[in-house]
C-alpha cells in the first residue's frame, strides 16, 4: 500500500499537482506576432510592420528578412519599463534568424520604441506599444 501512495505521489507530482492539492496556474500563453526586417521602405531599411500592440504574454518574434545585419535596441520606453539585458538584443545575421521577446511584467503600459542601430540613421525604426 505505501508503494502505491508513493507512485501515485509522485505521478501527481509529474503532472503538475500533489494529492489533494491544487493544480498549478495556468501559464499565461499569448499570440505570436511576427516582425520581419526589410531592405526596403524610403530609406532602404524598415521593421515590417513598424508599429504592433501587443498584451502580456505575448512573443514578438522579429525576423531577417534580409542580407544586412540588424537587431532590436529600445531607445524611448514608458516610466516603470525595466528591460535590462532585453535593451538590446544580438545581431541578426543571416536570412531567416530570429530574435524573441515575451512581452512580461519588464514592460510597463504604453509606447516603446525601438530601432536597428546599424540602420538608425536611415530611420529603421518600430513602436511596440503595451495595452494595459
Sequence with gaps: MTRLIVVVA?????LGGAPGGAPPPPRIQGR??????????P?????DPVRITVSRGDTVRWVQGGRMP?????RVVPPGTTLGDAERSPYLERPGATYEL???ERFAPGKHVYVCTPHEVMG???VLYVSE
Design 124 to 126: 529603421m525604426a518600430g
Design 43 to 47: 530609406y532602404g531599411m524598415a521593421f
Design 102 to 104: 515575451v512581452i512580461d
Design 32 to 41: 505570436v506576432i511576427e516582425v520581419r526586417t526589410v531592405e526596403a521602405g
Design 70 to 74: 540588424h537587431n532590436v535596441a529600445f
Design 10 to 14: 509522485a505521478a501527481a507530482a509529474a
